[in-house]
């Protein structure tokens, strides 16, 4: 009777107290439940990025990355209780609403690889690297991909890698390693961009969910990023690389559709999809010819041994 009255009250104050929980025969548990979070703007939650007080990257999990729940206890006689064993452990306990650290969250749906495992993925990282001090007229942004990384629980690479699209990842690779061959030194200087990437990014960019790195509204998130901002590498002319995609990107679908105004921003277009599948089927192909040649020379070889060692018998 004394639960069931606790449960009533427990009810009557808070009418967010889950339809289907039933708390049976087991009292002094603690239940904690979700309570709904107010709506907040970017600016509520972060700062106000136009005039540049945004929330401190040491405070993004410690400050803003919680939510409100509640909790309830159940108590138990205690002559009652001595007498039945005793779990490990520990109950939370608790009466009033508070504010619980769930930790960094994690990108809905996606699981997170622990490695780049791919080759196309793993060049385009090192071409990532080559540039570790991002820069461009806005100022030094080195900070800003690794904040973003870690605000959803993800490793650098893992962010502004695996976040584009693979057909997009098609693409570069194939154009870096045109590129390379060229003596172009390439680089990438900003690759995979979420929402939150984008709102704190300095200078000429698209608003939030809007931007084709990786807006939640224009391309649908992570995994699906189509665009990167190319450089050069340190201590070589960035207008090189821009006037070799003006020049060449058109065989790989790529394209510089802001040269004045955004003249890093690249991106795919035409039936970019299809050109990627075909860009794939050709690197597979060729993959599968030097594996095969590798194999075709090692039984050559084995061959004329076994030959040398019957003659050596005789």
Not at 60 to 89: D, H, I
């Amino acid at each position: 009777m004394v639960t069931a009255l606790v449960v009533m009250i427990a009810v009557s104050r808070n009418p967010s107290l889950p339809d289907d929980y039933e708390p049976g025969d087991a009292p002094n548990t603690t239940l904690a439940y979700r309570q709904a979070e107010p709506s907040m703007n970017f600016a509520d939650r972060w700062g106000d990025t136009e005039s540049g007080e945004v929330t401190p990257v040491e405070d993004f999990v410690t400050g803003s990355l919680t939510r409100s729940v509640r909790t309830f206890s159940f108590a138990r006689p205690l002559a009652q209780e001595a007498a039945r064993p005793q779990p490990s452990g520990f109950v939370l306990a608790s009466a009033d609403a508070r504010q619980i650290d769930l930790g960094e969250p994690k990108l809905p749906g996606k699981e997170i690889p622990v490695d780049l495992t791919d080759e196309v993925s793993q060049y385009l990282w090192e071409v990532y690297q080559r540039l570790p001090n991002k820069k461009d007229g806005s100022g030094d942004f080195t900070w800003k991909d690794p904040a973003a990384a870690k605000r959803v629980g993800m490793s650098l690479s893992k962010y502004v890698i695996s976040g584009m699209d693979a057909d997009f990842r098609e693409q570069l690779y194939h154009a870096g390693k045109a590129m390379d061959a060229a003596g172009v030194p390439w680089a990438i200087l900003s690759a995979f961009r979420d929402d939150y990437r984008q709102h704190i990014a300095s200078g000429i960019k698209a608003s939030g969910g809007n931007s084709l790195h990786g807006g939640s509204r224009r391309t649908g998130g992570y995994g699906h990023g189509q665009a990167v901002d190319m450089a050069a590498a340190d201590g070589t002319e960035m207008s090189d690389v821009w006037r070799w995609i003006d020049a060449h990107g058109a065989k790989y679908g790529l394209y510089r559709p802001m040269p004045g105004y955004d003249p890093a921003h690249i991106q795919s277009r035409g039936e970019w999809r299809k050109l990627a599948g075909s860009l794939r089927q050709a690197r597979i192909k060729e993959a599968k010819a030097k594996a095969q040649a590798v194999s075709d020379a090692t039984s050559d070889d084995e061959a004329k041994t076994r030959v040398a060692a019957r003659g050596s018998a005789k």
